[in-house]
């Protein structure tokens, strides 16, 4: 009895984390490139949040929804730092749309004004 009950906790367990780390939710088939100004970073795990400012084609300033990025450390451990991302650090971003919400994206890559590239 003890060892089914066992069983079904890791199972109900084990679903709910491949649940969440699953990014069938974004279409990495399409990645859109971005310049802009950090307006809010969230530098945290499980995943970075981030806002950045743009200037859209038509000359108005738009807030693009980073909603979810890499764990921050791993990005850490890929040589991002805080500070690099910080409010008003001007950025190169590349992001994939959220399929149900084409307004928000998955951080792919950023590009930071010395050219140095990270991606996820």
């Known amino acids: 009895m003890i ?16 649940a969440h780390h699953s990014f069938a939710i974004y279409d990495f088939a399409t990645q859109v490139p971005f310049d802009g100004v950090v307006d809010t970073i969230k530098f945290r795990n499980p995943h970075i949040e981030m806002t950045l400012k743009i200037i859209n084609v038509d000359g108005e300033e738009e807030i693009i929804h980073f909603i979810e990025g890499a764990p921050a450390n791993m990005m850490v451990r890929s040589g991002v730092r805080p500070a690099m991302m910080s409010p008003g650090t001007k ?11 084409s307004t928000k994206y998955f951080l792919r890559s950023i590009r930071t004004e010395d050219g140095t590239v990270y991606a996820n």
Request: no cysteine; charged share 15%.
């Open 91 to 101: 950025l190169h971003a590349v992001g994939s749309p959220l399929i149900e919400d």
């Open 3 to 18: 060892k089914k009950l066992i069983f079904l906790v890791s199972l109900i367990i084990s679903t709910q984390t491949m």
